[in-house]
């Protein structure tokens, strides 16, 4: 399978699942500094203990595209990055 043709800059967005929303908007805030981004509520999982937020962002390349995902990643107030 080819991977798709991705022109940067462009807009992006992620997923974060995690237990606790202010926990989970400070690892955002710490990952992405001084990049503007939007965070949205998403949803939350049937028995109320995961919630999803939607992360959108302007990125400029594909290494900053994984290197944000990766930082996201590693905090360990976000259980899944997608």
Do not use: C, H
């Amino acid at each position: 399978m080819d991977k798709p043709e991705i022109e940067y800059p462009t807009a992006w967005k992620y997923k974060v699942v995690g237990v606790d929303e202010i926990q989970i908007r400070k690892a955002v805030d710490e990952v992405l500094k001084e990049k503007e981004y939007s965070f949205r509520f998403s949803k939350s999982s049937r028995s109320g203990k995961y919630l999803s937020f939607e992360i959108s962002l302007v990125v400029s390349s594909e290494e900053e595209r994984y290197t944000i995902f990766g930082n996201l990643k590693s905090r360990t107030e976000i259980q899944m990055v997608i």
